[in-house]
């Protein structure tokens, strides 16, 4: 894909592997674009060599954002929660001991209750599904 323009870049991640940046691609316009040394697509590690060497300019440093880390985290638990709902199902249920019941019933809770049993989103343990 060609690119005619690459801007506002800056690293994502801590270990500086990713740079968010604003590319023009043809056809597309401008759009927000992650580019890695290893991207699977030939114009993202392309950028990414060119972004390192200095090519766009400077790239700003990472900052931390724990509201997008405590995001990812809902995001992680509210699809932990949707793979373990047939366990809630009537017909479920009845096949179930007392004690797999307990058992799903407090890793929901645990997952559920996620956000305020920890502080900060990089200290989060995920309890185990039964």
Known sequence: MKYTSVTDLKYISEDKTCILCMVNFEGLGTIPFNATKTDTVDYGREIYA???????????????DIAREWFAVRYQRDILISQSDWTQLPDVQTSMTDAQKSAWLLYRKQLRDITIA?????KVVWPTKP
């Open 50 to 64: 060119r972004a390192i060497s200095g090519e766009f300019g400077p790239i700003q440093d990472y900052v931390r």
């Open 118 to 122: 920890y502080d900060d989103p990089s």
